[in-house]
């Protein structure tokens, strides 16, 4: 069977790797400029294990900047990442470019499902005949996609109606993951998708909230909290129970946007919604407040917003940047993918070369050469939230602040 999939994005080729590694032919379609940025590595788009597998069944991928080759293909899956401004509303500029070109050369009878991250209503009002039109719920982890692609813990598909069957080839595709398969009206289903980042920004901001609290009382470690909380069958070991520094990666906040922006159409209170939010962007400057005042040179160990993605968007780390550009602070940034990262601004391939200078190190990133971090007798103050830096070697005066 040819899947094809309209739209390059971190969605569609984490969702097409996925269907290749099942055994389907495969088809990524977009525009001739988006195809060539892609294969020159100009999209900044990773994830684990992603190439290997299009190496491994390259003879089974196919490239096409033409939407009718969609014709030859047995489901169509739009699977674009939906973008949004610098307020998280969503901007569906290029999915309803794409979407027009599937309505104009694209025959009706191929089962046509959004996996784009759309706003309730959005699948209902395609104009496409209601028995081959359906919505799909993703739910990638930015650095875990691939295998979350693969190996999903059920899926979920919305349709016209309840009693509507889900077409042969699409139940067929859907079989080969060997899960449960939930059926959804499109609303429901897209419904849950969003509902599932508003309990996960929940859980980020109550242990947030929580871990403040008890910093206010002697004697009381989160960690030991924690460890209780996670034995509990009611909350659990794969909640979000470590504290962070706020909402970032941009889809959680995406969903959080878009229904309070539909709560405000509705004229309902959306204030636990902004409450959410405003939570988020607090612990999200948390590292702004504990900068030193004399801080001279600043070292940014890890850009991305997490390890094993390219993404910044709406990380601590470029609300970090911003304030000490304002503050005319001096700062050097280290990332392990410097290669993929190389066009920044400020950011250095060899880790000495920030520790050397720098008076004042953040650490954002878990990986091995921030846990051994050999800490020059210079630097002053290390912020480190997550606990990463194992030891302080060589100075045992810096100071060490953590979440």
């Not at 003879?59 to 990442?81: E, G, P, R, W, Y």
């Not at 989160?222 to 069958?233: E, G, P, R, T, Y």
């Not at 190190?361 to 997550?386: A, E, G, R």
């Amino acid at each position: 069977m040819k899947i094809s999939f309209v739209g390059l994005s971190h969605l569609s080729l984490c969702y097409s790797a996925a269907a290749l590694a099942k055994g389907f032919e495969v088809y990524l379609i977009d525009s001739e400029n988006v195809l060539n940025e892609y294969k020159i590595n100009h999209l900044n788009i990773d994830e684990p294990n992603l190439r290997n597998i299009q190496n491994k069944f390259k003879n089974k991928l196919h490239f096409s900047n033409d939407i009718k080759s969609t014709n030859q293909t047995s489901i169509i899956f739009l699977a674009v990442d939906i973008n949004t401004d610098s307020k998280n509303n969503v901007i569906y500029e290029r999915i309803n470019s794409l979407l027009s070109q599937i309505q104009k050369d694209v025959k009706k009878n191929i089962p046509l499902v959004i996996m784009s991250q759309v706003e309730v209503g959005f699948t209902r009002n395609i104009k496409w005949p209601e028995k081959y039109k359906y919505h799909y719920v993703e739910t990638l982890v930015f650095g875990e996609a691939i295998n979350r692609a693969m190996n999903p813990e059920r899926i979920i598909v919305g349709k016209n109606n309840s009693p509507q069957r889900i077409h042969k080839n699409l139940n067929y595709f859907l079989k080969k993951f060997q899960c449960p398969i939930l059926e959804f009206t499109f609303e429901e289903s897209e419904f849950t998708k969003a509902m599932i980042n508003i309990y996960l920004a929940s859980q980020v901001t109550t242990t947030n909230f929580l871990n403040t609290i008890i910093k206010n009382f002697e004697n009381v470690s989160w960690n030991n909290i924690k460890m209780a909380l996670s034995l509990d069958k009611r909350i659990g070991k794969f909640s979000y129970l470590s504290p962070g520094l706020g909402i970032s990666g941009g889809n959680i906040e995406r969903d959080l946007q878009s229904l309070r922006n539909l709560l405000k159409k509705k004229n309902k209170d959306y204030s636990y919604i902004a409450e959410i939010q405003k939570y988020s962007n607090i612990f999200k400057g948390w590292i702004l407040e504990k900068i030193p005042l004399n801080a001279k040179n600043v070292g940014i160990l890890g850009l991305t917003y997490k390890e094993n993605t390219l993404s910044q968007k709406n990380s601590p780390q470029k609300l970090l940047i911003q304030s000490l550009k304002k503050k005319s602070i001096n700062f050097m940034i280290h990332d392990f993918k410097f290669d993929q990262l190389s066009s920044e601004k400020n950011i250095y391939k060899n880790l000495k070369d920030i520790t050397k200078l720098c008076d004042v190190l953040v650490i954002f990133h878990n990986i091995p050469m921030y846990q051994t971090l050999t800490v020059p007798k210079h630097i002053k103050c290390i912020i480190d939230p997550f606990v990463i830096m194992k030891s302080k070697k060589n100075n045992s005066k810096v100071k060490i602040i953590n979440l």
